[in-house]
Structures are given as structure tokens and as C-alpha cells.
């Protein structure tokens, strides 16, 4: 099993996504330029957080043109996994592999803060590990993290369980207070219709040490892999 | 051709004095060029040459505990392992910010940074220390929001976690803010670069940015003038390009790895000019340098503007011959510019080349060493007055109302509202982040090693005794650094002093420079960087003294740190003694509009024994919780910790003079507040009692209040919510209005 | 020909504002009560070679839609001002 | 009189635009190769009561100096036009 973390001018959570994916899980990791073509190596690709182009004119804008991307849209289209933190969020966004796009905070200030969010589904990928609605703390650290989405694609997101994590207190509720952002429905992460690609903007990478915060992260990572190995074996079987 | 009078008005426009044009005409047997003059104006300035504060610079230890290399660069540190070598160093912006906060606050980053990476060390952590007027006034609103802003603007891209620094406010910075900002790096000590320029025949780069005319003369005028009202002789300002020094970072990276570089430098104030000149320099050798190879923004740019141009986010680089190749594939992948602009020779001459002619022909060690001014140096007469002023006031009627307005004096309260806006965990290395801990600590990967560090001066003690005030600076950060686990390892400085030239500043920086020199060598810990920037001053007065101390530690073992939050079910104690010492208070400051007395006093003996105690405590796994009392006195300490942890407290203060103020307020130095399970009392009292430490069962934490006594009578009784609500939310609320 | 493009970038009518929403409030604060409607957007300026002022115009268009502005919250609108034209 | 109001706040020719040279070398990236020049600025619209256009004009300029642009770095133009003619 293989991860891929890709590297564009200006990623500045590649390192850490590297580090948090190979201490969790063991596994292999490597990173892609954003000049690579060939992902067939990988069954896994993280698109990190950081600032790509130094998101210049809009977060995410730039580098949705690296040739690296062109790969990643065909790596999803296989129905292999895609994971877009925070900036790589905004990449996906902006690529059309996610819906919807996230702009300036609501409060109009960047915020680095731990936050609480509830898992919304459990039955991808990324989430199998949680326990339906466990609320989790990743932090977040984004000036352009707010969620929007026009009004029916925002209704097709929630009626087809899209809507994966979302902000909300310590008790897990999704209140006005718990929102960071200003997001739509406190979103705070989605997958795509076929549930191989997620896109978050808090950072899961960062809670995966006590010593550095806590370990909810973890459960990301482990259940990607474990979902990368039964995809292996089907598809072996096929 | 300019006849000498002429070029001497020319010399003074730039700043230099008669004396020093004299000296410029004899190294060069003729008269200068113009580009020669400003060559010249800018490298024996104050703010590249350091000429009047040189010699007190001198004093400083450059060795102690951990063991130190690398003299003479941009930055200076201590090894944290044989492999391992931690860099860093701190740099004033004070001037820019004034003028434009948030670009001058950025472009302080982006220059502090170069500073780490120039050396082949890694960036791992950013601190700023920051002083404004008032924060009612609409100025003071104005320099904090665009300064906060330009540091989360320029950190937070580049990746580099912002985790601590400090926030003060005080009417003396109204017109002349203080944004002094620290880098730490960590590199590999067999890949340490040098930014010697040798070897002649090896090819001299230009990489990073292309040059523009920004900041021309910006840095060196603006540093070397007293601000006036004159808005028109404004120099362009530097802006800061956060995404290119994030690609320059990692191009450096990249290319150090390799042995293709001979030197490397970062360019700051007067760019090319004083890298050439400081790279040739220290390399014993000369420059042939053609200023039209160097890649550029505008046209029409002058030679004289291209060498003093401060354009961002530029590095000289000196490569060995055969190599240029490799180097600049390294940097266009990393879409920045190398460009070959000449070549080291052997001659110790700079010669710099504008289309074919020749427009600088100077001996390259003549730019890098500046004369040196042994400067007059006075007590102020104000100060015996100052000294003298009674400082007897009425007992406080309601303590529980004072403790609460000095929760929310902005000088102590929550500076939350700035470190949210920053990264402070990127790199996922924080272990104790902002307004957790007493200093911050970061793990570092691949061992199971810790950095503690933090910035800390209290300028209204140096401003009643600069000597003991900034002894009392480099206390405090020892203290800091001790109250998270951490051994305080090495020092950096920013002076920040107002005009020398006037002897009772002169003396203030000199006290200060002889304090914190005495107080390093008491703590073993020598002084590895730092940066001086003077002629900080309104149009009324000086800035009050400010000798910024940046401090690291080492954790040896991380896992082993404290941070300041209480838990429930803790005892509470009190580690050294409080005393009738209420001078220079903020206490008195906040409640009686006093500043005047003597600071509090500091015996380093006894500073030592209570930071040998809570070390040892820490390290031994006694104790997880710490907190080191400074403004505010015991009671802020206690309910800042309370607060922290979201628990009350309950504690009886031991009687001082009879006063409950002081025995609440007074910030007598070489205190801590620790907190701990009963079952560590025996042990740690013991310890105590083995190193000779005052220390003093003062009560136990939980319940939802701040319950504090003085000798058994009751003083402050409030709810952890509503202590917590001045503090947390005072600096929003603020700026707010 | 080298034409100068002036586009002007501005969130849909549906997205909320909060920056020009804060402006806003700030401006009232300084006493200018009667500003309203207060929305903040991107002045993109750019010299483009064309054949001719439509050429020019369609091809700005064509950036916009392709990278400067993206489509699910901004609209955009585009200006050729001949190159001699511009002071 | 209501009036519409339209600001382009743009960075001062002498001064680096970062965001515009990215955006350039990313545009020629996509074939665009002959765009030139690009800088990237604000654009602010609002609606302004005044007496005549003059007067919306110069209390416009007024809003400019004093919170919308930063007159060190950055340069500002205004543009009145009236309410009705807005499309
Ligand atoms: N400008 C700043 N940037 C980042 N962190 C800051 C800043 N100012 C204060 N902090 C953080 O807030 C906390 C409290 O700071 P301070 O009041 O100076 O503490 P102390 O008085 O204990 O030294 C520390 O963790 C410090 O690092
Ligand atoms: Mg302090």
C-alpha cells in the first residue's frame, strides 16, 4: 500500500501529511511533484494544505493546473483515494473532483485553532473507523475555509450523506458558535458522490501524536489503509 | 563632475559626516563616485555597521553551556546533539511597521527567516516580540492590527509555526513601534553554510525575487533618521512576497544538501551592496560584479538603485566554478530567478559594472568594516526624581475590582486575539503552543529532544534601571524557558534604544548591554545573535529602553515539559518569596497612573536556586504545572493559571508589609507558582529543602472560584467566568471600539 | 495590437460579502452613514495582443472563465481600452 | 440622490505585485503567452447619498483616502455613475 503526498510551490503541510501517513500506518509514502503524470504507483493521493502559488488571486486556483492534477482526476476515476486538507481541499474544489468552494472566512481573519467536529458518515473510506457521529478535534488553520454551494447542490450533498464532518461543540452540536467559518451547514468536510475522494478543511495530520495535541487523526489513517487493502483484494479476486 | 563640496553635501544627504567622507576620499585616493558614496553611507551606518554600539557589543559572553561555532554569520547557535545545530536570532522592523505595519511586519519575517535558511538550517519556529502606544488610541489600533496581520500574512504562507512572542503597550512607542520578530532553525551541522565568498574564478549569483526600486534607502534612512512629519521624503516601502521566500526556502534547502555552494547570503538592508561587500569580505577576496546582468522588475533602474535596492526575498550566492548549472536548475524548479552577475577574484577590491563602465571600484574590506564612535555616556538627570517619587498610596477598597482591571490591562491580558490569526502547530512539532505555557517548546523529530523559547523584556524596569532591568530580561526568559522543562541555552537580543547621540540614551543602552551581559555569564548561556536598532524616537521623547531577550532551552527529554494550567486536585505552592517591592509595578502603573521607583531586585544566586528547583521538579516528573510571576504579581499568576486550566483555585498568600496589595501584586523577581499531585509534596519539598529554595504550601486548586487570602483574610473572591471574560476578551474588545 | 484589459471580478449576488460587509459598518462608524450596498472584488489589469478589440474581449472572457474567477461564486466583467487610450 | 459608485484600488506601479506576476507566469503556462503585464488590485462598488455627482464623486475619493486604500502602496480611481443607469 502506497500513499502519495503531493508537493506544489507553496504546500507547506506536505511534510507533516508524509509524516503523519507513514508513523500511523507503516506504510509507504512518497512525494509527487506537481509536475508528475504517472500516479500508478499510488492508492493513495493526499493533496496537502499550505498555500500552492501562494494562493495568489484565489486559494487552490493555480495549482489546479499542475499536471499533477490530471493525474489525480484519473487516479479518482479509477476509484482510487483522494484526499484533498485544507488547501488541498480548495484544490479539489477548484478541480471539480469536490462541489462547491470555499472563500474568505466569515470573520475575514485567518484562524488556527483545535476544533471540534462530529463525523457525519462513517460508510467511506476515510471514516470507517469512527463511531457514527463521534465528535473528533482536528485543528483547523485556514483564512478561506468557508463552505458554499448553491442551494441544490448543497440539498444533493446532505440527502446523499455527502457531508462527512461537520463543525460543532464539544457535545457535538452544530451550532452558530461551533462554526469557525461561517460554512454552509457547518460544513466542514465532504466526499464526492462516489465516496473515494474527501475533501476537509480542519487537519487530521495534526492529531495524530499526544505529544503534539492528541490522536484522533489516527483513525484516518488506518482507515484508508485498511480500505486500500480490502480494495486490493477485490480487485485482485475480480 | 561634481566638484568635493558638492559630493561632501551629497555624504551628508546620506547621512555621513564630514569625518567619514575625509576617511572615504583617503581609502580611495579620489574623489567617490555617487554610487560609491551611498555604498559607503549605507555600510557604516548604524543599521549595517553598527559602528556606535560595536564596542558594547563586545561584552557580551560568546560561550557557555552547550557548545557554540559559527562566528561572524548572519546567525549564531549552540549544538543540540553532535548532528544537530540549532540557529536562530532575532531582527528589529521598527521603522517599516511604523510606516506601514503590515508590509513592514512581513517583510520583518521574510528577512528574519533568510537569516536562519542562509546558515542551511531548517526554519522551525517564529516569535515576535511587539510594543505599541496606547491601545486606545486610534493609532495604536491601526500599527497592532496591520503589524498582526502582516505577520499572519507572511508566516502562516511560508509554513513556519508562530508560537510565542509578546505583546505590550506603553504611551512611549506612540509614534515609534517596536515589531522585533525571532527565527529558530535547526540544521545539520555537517551542511552548515558559510557566507564567505572565496575562490576566485567561482561564479557570484543573484537568486530569489528580481530587484525593483523598493525600500531604496528605505532601510538605511529610515533606521538612521529620526522620524519627522515630513510625509514626502517617505521611501518606497518593501513588500513582502511570502510565496517566493517559501520556494526560496526549500530551493536552499535543496541546494545545500549538495556541495555545489562556496557561500551564501541573504539580502536585507542595502542589498547587494552589503552582501558583495560582507561575502567578499569575510572570504578575504573581491567581487567583479555587472549590475546588468541582475535580473529586474522596472527599467531604467540606476546602477546606485540597483545596489542599494532592499527588493525582498533575495539571496547572494557563491558557487564553485562548473557547478553554476546545477544550482540554477535547483532554483527554476522552484520558478526563481539565478542569475550569474560575476565572479569572485582575487584582487580585495569590489568592482561593480553597469554596461560596460565601471561605477564602483572600492577595497572590499573597507565597506565591512565602519568606523567606530566611542560615544558619550550620562545618567539622565530625571531619574534620581523618578527614583525619589513616593510611592505610598492608599489601600485598594475592592480587590476583587482591581484584579479584574488588571486581567483585562492590555499589557496582561490574553494576547489570544493575535496568536489565533498564526499558524502555531504547522509542522506538527508544537508541544506547548501560545498562551499555554510560560515559553513554547517544540519537539524536534528524530530524537526525543525539545526547544523551549520565548522573548521577554520589561521596558518600564529598564526605564527605572536600564542595568537591573535588563538583567531582569534575561532572568525572566531563563525563568520562561524553566517553567516548561526547558534548560535556557542560548541568548539573542534586539536593542531597541533611542538616539545614541544623546548621552542619556547612550547610557541606557550601555547599562543595558552591561546587564545583560553579567546576567548571561551568571546563567552560563552565551549570546549567539541579536541586532540593534536605535534612534527609535518620537518627536517628544526616546521609546522606553528595550533590550528584547530572545532565549532557547533544551528539553532533553520532551515528553518531560510543564505548561501553566492548573488541573483540579492540585496542590498549589509558591517556589522563592515575595517582597515589599511594588516600584515599576503594573499594578501601580494600571491603578495609580505610576511609573517610578526602582524595578524589583534581582539576586542571580537566588534566581538560579528557585530555576534549579523547578527544573530538577519538572525533569524528575514531580511537577507538570509552572507558571513564573511576573506583571501582575502573585494574584494575576494564580488566576492566569486558573484560568488556563478553566478550575479555580483557593490560595493563602503569605504577608508581606501588611499590605494585602503587595502581598497580591508586587512582582519581586525569582518566583514560580507550581501546581502538583499530593502524593509529589514530600519529594518536592524535600528537594526544596536540599537546594536551599523557599517554598510554600500556598493552597490546593478546583471549584469554579478565585479564592484568595492573605494571611487568612479574605481578599479575592471571584468566579473563574467572570475573571476569565476580562481576561480572554480584553484585546478584541479593545480594538473593537 | 496590444490592447489593456481592465476586468473586475465581484462574488455572485447570492454569495455573501463579509468584507464588504465590514467596510461597511466601518465606514458608518466614520460617519459616512450613507454608504450602502458596500462590495468588495478583485481589479484584475492585464495588456493582451489581439487582432482586434473583440478578439481582445473574448479572449479575457475566455481567461476569466478558464482561472480568474471561479464560476460557483464570482462573476466577472470585462473592459478593452485600446493601449494608446490609457493614461 | 442615490448614486452608484465604482472604486478600482490598484498597487502603485513602482511597487512589486506578487499576486499579479504569479498569476502572469501561470497564464502563459496555459498558452496564454501574451499576457502581459498583469497587476491585481480591488474593486469596490457601493451605493453613495449625495447631492449631485460631484458630490458622490468626492465623498467617494474621500472614503479612499481615509479607509479604503492605502495610500503608500496603493493608488485608487472613482467612478460615479448614476443609480439608474446601472444595469
Ligand atoms: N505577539 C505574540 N505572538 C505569539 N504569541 C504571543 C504573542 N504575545 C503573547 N504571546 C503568547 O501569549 C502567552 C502569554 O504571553 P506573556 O503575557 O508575554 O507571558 P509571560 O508574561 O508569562 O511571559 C505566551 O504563550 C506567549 O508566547
Ligand atoms: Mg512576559
Known amino acids: ?238 | 563632475m561634481a566638484t568635493q563640496t558638492s559630493q561632501l553635501d551629497v555624504a551628508r544627504e546620506l547621512g555621513m559626516n564630514e569625518q567619514e567622507y575625509a576617511n572615504v576620499l583617503k581609502i580611495l585616493g579620489r574623489e567617490p563616485t555617487g554610487t560609491e558614496l551611498a555604498m559607503y553611507s549605507v555600510e557604516w551606518s548604524e543599521h549595517c555597521g553598527y559602528p556606535r554600539s560595536r564596542p558594547l557589543l563586545k561584552l557580551f559572553p560568546k560561550t557557555g553551556k552547550y557548545p557554540t561555532r559559527a562566528e561572524g554569520e548572519d546567525a549564531g547557535g549552540f549544538a543540540l546533539t553532535d548532528e544537530l545545530y540549532v540557529i536562530f536570532k532575532m531582527e528589529s522592523h521598527n521603522h517599516p511597521s511604523q510606516v506601514e505595519p503590515k508590509q513592514g511586519a512581513a517583510t520583518g519575517i521574510g528577512g528574519i527567516l533568510r537569516d536562519i535558511f542562509t546558515m542551511g538550517a531548517r526554519p522551525v519556529a517564529l516569535l515576535d516580540s511587539l510594543r505599541f502606544g496606547d491601545l486606545d488610541s486610534d493609532i495604536g489600533k491601526h500599527l497592532l492590527a496591520g503589524v498582526v496581520d502582516g505577520i499572519q500574512f507572511y508566516g502562516n504562507c511560508v509554513g513556519v509555526p508562530t508560537v510565542g512572542g509578546e505583546i505590550y503597550f506603553h504611551p512611549s512607542y506612540r509614534d515609534n513601534c517596536l515589531v522585533n520578530v525571532m527565527a529558530v532553525g535547526i540544521a545539520d551541522t555537517a551542511l552548515l553554510a558559510t557566507s564567505k565568498g572565496k575562490g576566485p574564478g567561482n561564479p557570484v549569483l543573484v537568486v530569489g525575487n528580481r530587484t525593483g526600486r523598493d525600500g531604496i534607502g528605505g532601510c538605511s534612512i529610515l533606521a538612521s533618521h529620526e522620524f519627522s512629519e515630513d510625509d514626502e521624503k517617505r521611501p518606497t516601502v518593501q513588500i513582502g512576497d511570502p510565496f517566493t521566500e517559501k520556494c526560496l526556502i526549500e530551493a536552499c534547502m535543496e541546494v545545500l544538501q549538495g556541495d555545489a555552494i562556496v557561500g551564501i547570503k541573504d539580502m536585507g538592508a542595502a542589498g547587494i551592496t552589503c552582501t558583495t561587500a560582507e561575502m567578499a569580505a569575510a572570504g578575504g577576496v573581491g567581487m567583479d560584479i555587472d549590475l546588468a546582468k541582475v535580473p529586474m522588475r522596472e527599467e531604467g533602474m540606476e546602477p546606485w538603485e540597483i545596489m542599494m535596492s532592499e527588493s525582498q526575498e533575495r539571496m547572494l550566492v557563491v558557487v564553485q566554478q562548473g557547478r553554476e548549472q546545477e544550482v540554477i536548475d535547483i532554483f527554476e524548479k522552484w520558478n526563481l530567478n539565478a542569475a550569474i552577475v560575476g565572479a569572485v577574484v582575487e584582487e580585495q577590491v569590489l568592482r561593480i559594472r553597469f554596461h560596460g563602465e565601471i561605477v564602483a571600484e572600492v577595497p572590499s574590506l573597507s565597506l565591512a568594516e565602519s568606523p567606530i564612535y566611542y560615544l558619550p555616556a550620562e545618567e539622565p538627570a530625571w531619574l534620581a526624581k523618578v527614583h525619589a517619587t513616593d510611592l505610598t498610596v492608599p489601600p485598594p477598597t475592592d480587590l476583587n475590582t482591581v484584579l479584574l482591571r488588571l486581567l483585562s490591562s492590555p499589557n496582561i491580558a490574553s494576547k489570544r486575539w493575535a496568536f489565533r490569526q498564526y499558524d502555531h502547530m504547522v509542522q506538527t512539532n508544537t508541544v506547548v503552543p501560545p498562551g499555554a505555557g510560560d515559553a513554547a517548546v517544540i519537539r524536534v523529530k528524530g530524537t526525543d529532544k525539545g526547544l523551549g523559547m520565548t522573548t521577554d523584556c520589561n521596558s518600564r524596569y529598564c526605564y527605572l534601571d536600564p542595568y537591573v532591568g535588563a538583567q531582569i530580561a534575561v532572568a525572566e526568559a531563563a525563568r520562561n524557558l524553566v517553567c516548561v522543562g526547558a534548560d535556557p541555552a542560548a541568548v539573542t537580543d534586539c536593542l531597541n534604544f533611542g538616539k545614541p547621540e544623546k548621552p542619556d540614551r547612550f547610557w541606557q543602552l550601555k547599562r543595558a548591554v552591561e546587564g545583560i551581559a553579567d546576567a548571561c555569564r551568571a546563567f552560563n548561556v552565551p549570546v549567539v545573535s541579536g541586532n540593534v536598532s536605535l534612534y527609535n524616537e518620537g518627536p517628544d521623547a526616546a521609546i522606553f529602553p528595550t533590550p528584547t531577550i530572545g532565549m532557547v532551552g533544551v528539553l532533553a527529554h520532551v515528553e518531560a515539559h510543564a505548561t501553566l494550567a492548573f488541573t483540579a486536585g492540585q496542590i498549589v505552592a509558591l517556589v522563592g518569596e515575595t517582597r515589599a517591592e511594588m516600584g515599576g509595578s503594573e499594578y501601580l502603573a494600571v491603578e495609580h497612573g505610576l511609573e517610578a521607583g526602582y524595578p524589583p531586585s534581582l539576586e542571580l544566586p537566588r534566581e538560579l536556586a528557585v530555576q534549579n528547583f523547578v527544573l530538577a521538579a519538572i525533569q524528575q516528573g514531580l511537577l507538570t504545572t509552572a507558571h513564573d510571576c511576573s506583571e501582575g504579581g502573585l494574584a494575576v499568576t494564580l488566576a492566569e493559571s486558573a484560568l488556563a486550566g478553566g478550575v479555580g483555585v483557593q490560595a493563602n498568600l503569605p504577608a508581606v508589609d501588611g499590605r494585602m496589595d503587595t502581598a497580591l501584586f508586587a512582582e519581586s523577581q525569582s518566583r514560580i507558582v507550581v501546581a502538583f499531585a499530593p502524593a509529589q509534596q514530600a519529594a518536592l519539598t524535600a528537594l526544596a529543602a536540599e537546594l536551599g529554595v523557599p517554598f510554600t504550601i500556598l493552597g490546593a486548586t478546583g471549584g469554579e472560584h478565585i479564592r484568595l487570602t492573605v494571611a487568612e483574610a479574605p481578599a479575592i473572591d471571584l468566579p473563574v467566568t467572570t475573571a476569565a471574560d476580562a481576561f480572554t476578551g480584553a484585546i478584541a474588545a479593545a480594538l473593537a471600539e | 495590437m496590444l490592447y489593456h484589459v481592465q476586468i473586475e471580478i465581484t462574488l455572485k449576488p447570492t454569495v455573501m460579502d463579509a468584507q464588504g460587509t465590514t467596510i461597511e459598518r466601518a465606514l458608518h462608524k466614520l460617519g459616512h452613514t450613507s454608504a450602502a450596498n458596500v462590495r468588495i472584488g478583485k481589479f484584475v489589469t492585464m495588456e493582451l495582443d489581439a487582432a482586434d478589440p473583440a478578439e481582445a474581449q473574448a479572449a479575457a472572457e475566455e481567461l476569466c472563465r478558464e482561472l480568474l474567477a471561479n464560476p460557483i461564486i464570482e462573476q466577472f466583467a470585462v473592459q478593452v481600452v485600446d493601449k494608446e487610450q490609457v493614461v
Open chain 1, 1 to 238: 500500500m502506497k500513499f502519495g503526498v503531493v508537493v506544489f510551490p507553496g504546500s507547506n503541510c506536505d511534510a507533516d501529511c508524509h509524516y503523519a501517513a507513514g508513523n500511523v500506518t507503516g506504510q509507504e509514502v512518497r512525494y509527487v511533484w506537481h509536475e508528475e503524470r504517472d500516479l500508478s504507483d499510488l492508492d493513495c493521493v493526499i493533496v496537502p494544505g499550505g498555500f500552492s502559488y501562494g494562493d495568489y488571486l484565489r486559494c487552490g486556483a493555480v495549482a489546479r493546473f499542475s499536471p499533477v492534477m490530471e493525474a489525480v482526476v484519473t487516479h479518482a476515476a479509477e476509484g482510487k483515494y483522494v484526499v484533498g486538507i485544507c488547501n488541498g481541499f480548495q484544490v479539489l474544489t477548484e478541480a471539480g473532483l469536490l462541489p462547491g468552494a470555499l472563500y474568505r472566512n466569515d470573520h475575514l481573519q485567518f484562524v488556527c485553532q483545535p476544533q471540534h467536529l462530529r463525523v457525519e458518515a462513517i460508510d467511506t473510506p476515510f471514516t470507517h473507523f469512527y463511531k457514527p457521529a463521534q465528535v473528533v478535534e482536528f485543528p483547523i488553520a485556514h483564512g478561506e475555509g468557508r463552505y458554499y454551494a448553491d442551494p441544490d447542490t448543497l440539498a444533493a450533498l446532505e440527502a446523499n450523506g455527502q457531508v462527512i464532518f461537520r463543525y460543532c461543540t464539544p457535545a457535538g452540536e452544530s451550532t452558530a458558535e461551533a462554526n469557525p467559518n461561517g460554512s454552509l451547514n457547518n460544513i466542514a468536510g465532504i466526499c464526492n458522490e462516489t465516496r473515494n475522494v474527501l475533501g476537509l478543511m480542519p487537519h487530521p495530520e495534526r492529531r495524530c501524536d499526544r505529544l503534539v495535541g492528541g490522536t484522533d487523526g489516527k483513525k484516518l489513517f488506518k482507515g484508508i489503509v485498511e480500505s486500500m487493502m480490502v480494495r486490493a483484494i477485490s480487485m485482485g479476486h475480480r
